[in-house]
């Protein structure tokens, strides 16, 4: 940006006082409330007032609140929207319509509220009708329905422009993913190293299969297993060959090289419009994470947990973390449901327009060792800022080997402030050591990757086996005695 352009940047601070002025106004809506309020109490208690009085007194406050409110959208939102951010994200007291705020959505909830404040003062009019000339009553409704109708106008034209937001976010994302799909990633020009360039009974797309899980664990790959490890090769396309264009067997397997779903952006993406082409970029992301399965958080069961609180995975929901460029790592037990919300976190960024990585901690190690192994550890790390959150899942089932160790730890300090992870582990970080075999690794690791985090600790019995207790204790029906 040139240095006419900063300046003209910096000029949106002139609308700073703007709002500190109708903070002002605020106070002085407080001190009317109260002014009515004791005006109605002092009436009451004398006796003066009959029950239409006190509904017409009543009103005034509603109004009074309702304006108000619309001050406080003005004052929040508005400076939110065209000045500098407030940075609430994640705060507890963040206003549920604060976290999607823009100018669209601010306008039509300014409508609304005036269509509101219209209502009451419409409806003062009616409850009064007795005293209200013809000629208001008349003019009063007329102005209501012509707020009405503006509000439904401005809620009208909000929905393309949203629409039209979506569909230019997954264009823009579908074209990051051709840029990764046509061989031109780092990893992609290493043959031999990728998973689309192996033979059949070369394992799997991740290097440590053996011949009987050449096929894809998760279940999704061909009927001979030469795809994908995470399923996004067909039966009999190796490489890069699976995205219908790449050269055979230099593909990347993590997808800068190209998968079926990236591929299938690249074949029907094109061919939609709007909110379909904003779906379809979503399953191809969803589809190219490589999830093990698809989870949402609308769908987790916490009831048998102890923590967290609800609204912790609320607020992680929001993904403000992502956009922060912090971590999350879920610990806890075994069947305490870190995974389920690892991959529906996962999903949600998808679904939110962004490229996102999932893969056990022992795969992640693997990979980085064959990076390593074919000197091009770099651009293998650089490549995965294409992602703005991998998930590394059950960290600590499956000790690191040394050199995994070392490995992993230069993918969590590569990223540290750059992009998003997020971590599932059944091990408190005190007990880090034991996976890293070195304290000293373990350590640099932990601080690196919850200086800016969430740490979300599980606590509660295996979901799997919440029944296997009472079984036992019981014993079986029908051996007793």
Known sequence: MTTLGYALFAT????????FGLVAAQGVYVYKFFSELWKLVEHVISGQVDETHVMLAVLKLVDVVMIANLLIMVIVGGYETFVSRIGLQGHRDQPEWLSHVNSNVLKVKLATAIVGISSVHLLQMFVDVHHTP??????????????????????????????????SRATHEHGSMGAHGKGGGPAASQPGAAAGSRTEGAGDGWGDGDGSRRGDSWGRSGSQGRGDKWGHGDSQCRGDERARGGSRGDGDDWGSGGTAGEAAATLVLPRQAGSERAVAGTEARIAAAGFPARKELEAFDATHLRAPDPLVLDRLGRLDFVARRENVVFLGGPGTGKTHLAVALGVRACEAGKR??????????????????????????????????????????????????????????????????VVTSDRPFGRWGEVFGDAGIASATVDRLVHHAEVVTLEGDSYRTRGLAGATAGGWPGLDG
């Open 134 to 167: 013809e000629h208001d009553l008349m003019w009063g409704t007329v102005i209501h329905m012509a707020f009405i109708a503006s509000a439904l106008i401005l809620a009208y034209m909000s929905g393309p422009m949203n629409a039209h937001e979506h569909g």
């Open 12 to 19: 949106r601070w002139l609308q700073a006082p703007l709002y």
């Open 356 to 421: 996102v990585l999932f893969a056990p901690a022992p795969e992640w190690g693997a990979r980085l060792r064959r990076a390593k192994a074919s000197g091009r550890l770099a651009d293998e790390l650089a490549a995965l800022d294409a992602y703005a959150l991998l998930v590394v899942d059950e960290l600590g089932y499956v000790p690191f080997d040394p050199e995994s160790a070392n490995l992993f730890f230069q993918l969590v300090a590569h990223r540290y402030e750059r992009a998003s992870m």
